[in-house]
């Protein structure tokens, strides 16, 4: 059963849309990230004071192995890191085939949107010494490429609303079954 695969930088929508999109299709929406933290019994942000990036990309390969197992289509929110492992990115392929949708928004909405979630410090840590924006825009030029490669499907998610978004998905998806 081929799921759908949200990706993009943080903060350009995927939990929000992913959840909209899930309970539209009557899917079961799956965030990478909340699924690596119930898996490692602890915040993001320890799990990368603990073992860096490399041990989170490693838990975000386990994830996504473990959603192979599914035996029903998914809504799979994931991490904005999470493309940057070739082998993360042969798994999204085999579970979302042709149904990879990147999120994109501005560097200014980005941070803004990020500003606004509360809980961005627990679920965000810091990936440079940059400054925040500087860290965005940054980050943000050196994965565009990564996620653009990656993509079946773009949708641009500055001054639209979730709905209007998960209705651009579903439009691009079809059929979907």
Known sequence: MASIALIGYRGTGKSTVGSLLAERL?????????????AQGEPIAAIFARGGENLFRACETEALLSLEKENQPLVIATGGGLPLREENRALLRRLAPNRIVLLTAAP??????????????????????????????????????????????????????????????????????
């Open 26 to 38: 009557g899917w079961r929406l799956v965030d990478t990230d909340r699924l690596i933290e119930s």
């Open 108 to 177: 200014e909405t980005i941070a803004r949107r990020m500003t606004a979630d509360e809980k961005s410090a627990q679920t965000r840590p810091p990936l440079t010494n940059l400054s925040f924006e500087e860290e965005i825009r940054t980050v943000l030029t050196q994965r565009t490429p990564v996620y653009t490669a990656l993509a079946d499907y773009t949708v641009e998610t500055e001054g639209v609303s979730p709905e209007e978004i998960v209705q651009q998905i579903i439009r691009s998806l079809k059929p979907l079954g």
